[in-house]
């Protein structure tokens, strides 16, 4: 990871640079398959359901999944923006890298809105989602930096994570699923590095308090993040009954939103902050008492 540098990310960037017209186009998802990879999925622990209502359950979840991307991408743009103001004269390489970062995350961002309107399309209906996206990146980006940062890192590793061991392998999943997603995955390979570049950079000019609070802006906002996905877990209930069109007793109703917030917090949080090289990247920026702060949060 030391080996990173703004050039050769930017290099990369231009390398595997795509238009979404070329990932989306007209493609739709093939109803008969599975939408969400089954290790992203809340579908194979589910009991209640049929094998053919869990193939629809992953419809609905590839909305929220789709929505919840460009959901977090609405902070990581200005936050990415700001962080390239902070660079002096000399910066050429890393101002450049950083521009085609925030350029590529306002990409990604048309692309969930797209897809996620393709889901909405081909169910017949309009999925209920999260609202609320500028307030809640106002919110983000008023915490310290170096939290914030680390947050985005979280997101850039388990962005990787979920494409290598979850989409790419899955045989059975729809192939617009796979296409879109490895685009993703292709820019934000380069993301992950500069964020990366970017944290170790905020947290240099840090004294120990300044730390301190960034760790504790850092409990809160893994805090918020639970708190929308158990808010869209919940949705993800009602948008399953509407799309099957009948409504589930309380226990399956139950049944169904304890798998879903579980599955949820291990894609959104749980994969990123054990991903080997979020933890290598924390690891070096904190002390062992501020790890044990956020170990103990995660754990309750």
Request: charged share 25%.
């Amino acid at each position: 990871m030391s080996d990173y540098s703004y050039q050769d990310c930017l290099e990369a960037s231009y390398r595997v640079n795509w238009r979404i017209e070329e990932v989306l186009g007209p493609r739709k998802f093939d109803p008969a398959k599975r939408w969400m990879p089954s290790a992203l999925s809340a579908a194979p622990a589910i009991a209640c359901l049929s094998q053919a209502e869990k193939i629809k359950l992953s419809h609905v979840e590839m909305g929220a999944y789709a929505h919840l991307f460009g959901y977090v991408e609405e902070f990581i743009a200005p936050l990415i923006t700001d962080r390239a103001k902070t660079h002096g004269e000399g910066w050429g390489e890393a101002l450049e890298a950083l521009a085609n970062f925030v350029a590529e995350e306002v990409k990604h961002m048309h692309l969930f809105r797209k897809l996620r309107r393709r889901v909405d399309e081909q169910l017949g209906f309009s999925l209920k989602l999260l609202d609320g996206e500028q307030e809640v990146a106002r919110y983000v980006l008023g915490k310290n930096p170096g939290a914030v940062l680390l947050l985005t890192a979280c997101i850039e590793w388990f962005t990787q994570l979920h494409y290598l061991t979850a989409i790419r392998e899955d045989s059975d999943l729809d192939v617009l699923t796979k296409n879109v997603f490895r685009a993703h995955w292709l820019e934000e390979s380069q993301h992950a590095k500069m964020d990366h570049l970017e944290t170790l950079r905020a947290f240099s000019a840090m004294e120990t308090p300044e730390r301190d609070r960034a760790v504790g802006d850092l409990i809160e906002l893994l805090g918020a993040v639970d708190g929308l996905l158990q808010k869209q877990s919940a949705y993800d209930v009602e948008n399953l009954a509407a799309y099957l069109g009948r409504t589930f007793s309380r226990a399956e109703a139950e049944e169904i939103y304890r798998e879903e917030l579980k599955v949820k917090r291990w894609t959104f949080i749980a994969s990123g902050v054990s991903h080997p090289n979020f933890v290598a990247l924390f690891t070096q920026v904190t002390t062992p008492p501020q790890r044990e702060r956020v170990q103990f949060a995660l754990a309750s």
